[in-house]
């Protein structure tokens, strides 16, 4: 008879997860708060961060940087996100590897119906923990955008919006830009 493996030296859980998510085939998957989660946005929401994008990326290209969204890793937490944006300098995203939310740009969030607190409220924690200069709120959920800047230990201290829809909402620098946000709709 076989005997139950000993884990009396216990598991790197935070190890075997992250682990397992970068190896699971097919869906793109995050972890939140130690819940695996795909990520399987809709239509709308695609189109709402390829208008936040868009009217970042000529900035964007000025910097040196790329936007995507690629794997962030939380370091001694059970997270592992997947932003709908993320801006890192070019030198940093050639390596293949997760990056931590402080080597990043800016970091934009898309809600859903299904995700909108932990956008609102987990992420945006754990961002300004983990050093996230600036992480803008798209929240369709709300139709409003609010820009998160100053991270610290126990959250962001400076909140600018949240902006209604059909507004403009400045980006400050290194990006110094403003986003439209005539575009963008509500659920």
């Known amino acids: 008879m076989t005997s139950a493996p000993d884990y009396s030296q216990g598991i790197d859980v935070e190890r075997a997860l992250k682990f397992a998510v970068q190896h699971i085939r097919g869906d ?21 961060a390829k208008l936040v994008r868009r ?5 964007v290209d000025e910097l040196g940087c790329v936007e995507g969204s690629g794997n962030l890793d939380l370091p001694g937490s059970s ?21 931590l939310p402080d080597q990043t740009l800016l970091i934009v ?3 859903s119906e299904s995700n909108a607190e932990t956008d609102r409220v987990v992420k945006r924690r754990r961002y300004a923990e983990y050093g996230a200069p600036l992480y803008l709120l798209v929240d369709r959920v709300e139709g409003s955008l609010t820009l998160f800047s100053e991270p610290g230990r126990l959250g962001y201290t400076r909140v600018d919006g ?16 403003d986003i439209d946000t005539r575009g963008l709709q509500a659920i």
């Open 28 to 48: 793109r998957v995050q972890i939140i708060e130690g819940i695996i989660e795909t990520v399987s946005p809709t239509w709308d929401h695609e189109r709402a």
């Open 55 to 59: 009217q970042i990326e000529a900035r």
């Open 79 to 99: 997270n592992w996100y997947v932003p709908d944006i993320a801006v890192v300098p070019e030198d940093l995203a050639r390596g293949g590897g997760a990056l």
């Open 109 to 111: 969030e898309v809600t």
């Open 162 to 177: 949240p902006h209604p829809f059909g507004t403009s909402v400045h980006l400050p620098e290194p990006f110094g830009v």
